[in-house]
């Protein structure tokens, strides 16, 4: 014969109280997973966004490099002396000293921009 043993109301109490408890914290750790995961998407979203428009700036650069090389190499042949050889030549240094400084100068405001933009995307 065994004896009929009740659940205090208290210790059910107790325990319904515990298992809500637990199920509210693990739908609170299951949010901060979700945005945790939201937040690493935006990020690898903006940082891709940012190096292709980095990548399309230095192609855009490098074609314009190109473009005034070749016209450089034109004017070059088309010299009928020594003297207008040279000329080209110094003309064609200095523009392009110029022009890879602004360049180099775009392209390092572009990465900082891209880097505070990655930051700004993760929280930081």
Do not use: C, W, Y
């Not at 990020?43 to 855009?60: F, K, P």
């Not at 180099?104 to 993760?122: I, T």
């Amino acid at each position: 014969m065994t004896a009929k043993f009740d659940i205090p109301d208290a210790m059910r109490e107790f325990a319904e109280k515990s298992v809500d408890h637990a199920r509210k914290a693990f739908e609170e750790f299951l949010g901060a997973a979700h945005q945790a995961v939201d937040s690493l998407e935006t990020s690898a979203q903006t940082a891709q966004r940012n190096v292709r428009t980095l990548g399309e700036e230095a192609i855009r650069f490098a074609e314009e490099n190109m473009a005034a090389s070749f016209e450089f190499a034109q004017r070059l042949v088309q010299a009928r002396n020594v003297e207008e050889m040279l000329r080209v030549q110094t003309d064609f240094v200095e523009r392009q000293m110029a022009v890879l400084a602004e360049q180099a100068r775009k392209l390092s405001s572009a990465g900082a921009a891209a880097a505070g933009k990655a930051g700004k995307a993760r929280g930081d």
